[in-house]
């Protein structure tokens, strides 16, 4: 089939809204929209591509179609699902927004950058083709390629290799036709599907690889001596397998194997900085909830770490990525009884967990994508729904190195750089730690709360007392910029032996009451003129066990027991 692959600008003034001060983009347009990749231009801005969707609401009745795909194909040039890239800079204004008005309805589900600054774009038709798509730094058409077999072929992901070419790597179901010259490799219902290209976008090679069963293509990854790694799933009955193998850079395959020791489903292969590799997967543990687990392991197959990171809801990650000090992020989702939130989890090199934090509203969220930026903060792309909403939205999403949400205000930065200075004897004793969306953790064991108790003692109280004759000047100095000061309290999870619901009511009411006596005697500590200003900028809250302090997959029960502080610029300012 021909393609005609036209890109025109939709503009998104009335549609674009980021949540607050904090870094959270959400594109919001009729129907159900989504973004699947994310990476970061040579101009620091960010770029994502996904889909969108738009439908004609006029009818046609001069023709008649037999086919559903020919009628598709007569009104998808203005209409249908259309792959769409965004393009964000540092202060979250979209600087590219372009669709694509294909001769089939396309989905974009991966993202290349190209050594000009410019995009690979991978995806499918809605009738079984894969696309790529090459573009200049303005999102520019050098060429574009439609490829696969006479199958239903899906692309999960666009692999960039050492050479300047992609590699794309999705599913092909079986052949329908003797005369397609892959029929004699496909062996199931759906096989891996192959295809390399040059960076001059000529196809090198295709190939199917798989068992008798049924097997999808997930992702894969360059090995330093220029083979690559297939991660696949293999599907039999109710079983679902997790399939490594190994091919040479012409797709020959050196080793093969398929691991049956329980129900997996990979998510995502990198090649770490020590040129092995790390695999993300979840499981269904014993009571059927949908678990995380990371193994790394070497060229041969060797396994170094296999590590299970059981959380209290059923979880994934769908992308990871290695900082240059070797630690690891990833993101993905986080189910529980009512609604999906977006995850991020941030790792030591030896695959501790270090930081984890839910994100969303109450609905359906999910990030599907990172990549870490040049400042080591963190970008991510995937879906928003908002509350009492059916459909989806584009979302990007900054993070700091510690999970927290990076914080959109220009100001924030030279903010954050003046508390450090201000309290930098606080921080070099361990008094306290600065985080860089301004929230402040105390750290000393001796500020922290004994079990069920909320009156402050009087360590507390002269370490608060030093601490607000510092903080509160200096958010009146600064009071253009300054919207709310929070405190907020917090408690370990345990509390007798009582039910669930009777803990989380104990534990919300403790975590308000150190809240509130933490703000009562800061408040009361200062002259009249910072008592006024206070009260415009105060703001308690508990928040129960909900943040309770993780440590080695564990919850660290003594550093749970505190209150914490969290200054919120005015994003207008």
Request: charged fraction near 25%; charge should be positive; proline fraction near 1%.
């Amino acid at each position: 089939m021909k393609l005609l692959l036209i890109f025109h600008i939709l503009f998104l003034s009335n549609y674009v809204f980021a949540k607050g001060s904090d870094y959270s983009i959400v594109i919001d347009k009729p129907f159900n929209n989504k973004l699947l990749d994310i990476g970061q231009d040579y101009d620091r801005c960010i770029s994502a591509v996904g889909f969108v969707k738009k439908y004609n609401t006029k009818t046609n009745h001069s023709n008649t179609y037999t086919d559903a795909f020919d009628y598709l194909e007569s009104i998808s040039n203005a209409y249908g699902t259309q792959m769409q890239l965004i393009k964000v800079d540092a202060g979250a204004n979209i600087l590219i927004d372009k669709s694509s008005a294909l001769s089939s309805f396309s989905e974009a589900v991966s993202l290349v950058k190209t050594p000009t600054n410019g995009y690979y774009i991978g995806g499918h038709t809605m009738n079984g083709q894969i696309i790529l798509v090459k573009l200049d730094s303005a999102a520019n058409i050098i060429f574009k390629k439609v490829f696969g077999t006479k199958n239903f072929d899906r692309l999960k992901n666009i692999v960039k290799l050492n050479d300047g070419g992609v590699l794309a790597i999705g599913t092909s179901s079986t052949s329908r036709n003797f005369s397609d010259p892959l029929f004699n490799s496909g062996l199931g219902l759906n096989d891996i599907y192959v295809t390399r290209f040059s960076k001059d976008g000529y196809e090198i090679w295709s190939k199917k690889y798989g068992t008798e069963f049924d097997d999808n293509g997930i992702d894969a990854v360059e090995a330093q001596d220029g083979s690559i790694i297939i991660v696949g799933q293999t599907m039999h009955g109710q079983n679902k397998n997790l399939m490594l193998m190994r091919i040479n850079e012409n797709g020959n395959k050196i080793w093969s194997k398929t691991y049956t020791d329980r129900t997996v489903m990979p998510k995502k292969i990198i090649k770490l900085k020590d040129n092995n590799f790390l695999l993300s997967l979840s499981y269904n543990d014993e009571l059927n909830k949908e678990q995380i687990r990371l193994i790394k392991f070497d060229l041969r197959n060797n396994i170094i770490y296999d590590k299970t990171i059981h959380t209290l809801y059923e979880s994934a990650l769908l992308d990871i990525k290695e900082f240059s000090d070797g630690g690891i992020v990833g993101v993905g989702y986080v189910k529980d009884t009512f609604n999906t939130d977006g995850l991020a989890m941030m790792f030591d090199s030896k695959l501790n967990m270090l930081y984890q934090e839910h994100y969303g509203e109450d609905n359906y969220d999910m990030l599907n994508s990172l990549v870490i930026l040049n400042n080591s903060q963190v970008a991510a792309a995937g879906i928003h729904t908002d509350v009492n909403s059916q459909e989806s939205n584009m979302w990007i999403l900054k993070l700091n190195r510690d999970a927290s949400v990076a914080q959109i205000a220009s100001s924030t930065n030279e903010f954050y750089e003046k508390l450090i200075q201000l309290f930098s004897n606080e921080i070099k004793t361990n008094k306290i730690k600065i985080k860089k969306d301004l929230t402040i953790e105390l750290l000393d064991n001796r500020l922290l709360f004994k079990v069920a108790k909320y009156e402050l003692n009087k360590t507390q109280k002269i370490f608060l007392e030093k601490f607000s004759d510092k903080l509160i000047p200096f958010l009146h100095k600064n009071q253009d910029i300054v919207d709310t000061l929070e405190i907020n309290g917090h408690t370990s999870s345990e509390w007798g032996n009582v039910g669930f619901s009777q803990n989380f009511l104990n534990n919300e009411k403790l975590s308000m009451n150190r809240a509130y006596s933490t703000m009562s005697f800061i408040f009361k500590s200062q002259n009249k003129k910072l008592q006024n200003y206070l009260g415009n900028i105060f703001k308690g809250s508990g928040y129960g066990f909900s943040k309770r302090i993780i440590l080695d997959n564990a919850e660290y029960k003594e550093k749970s027991r505190r209150v914490s502080f969290k200054i919120i610029l005015n994003e207008n300012k």
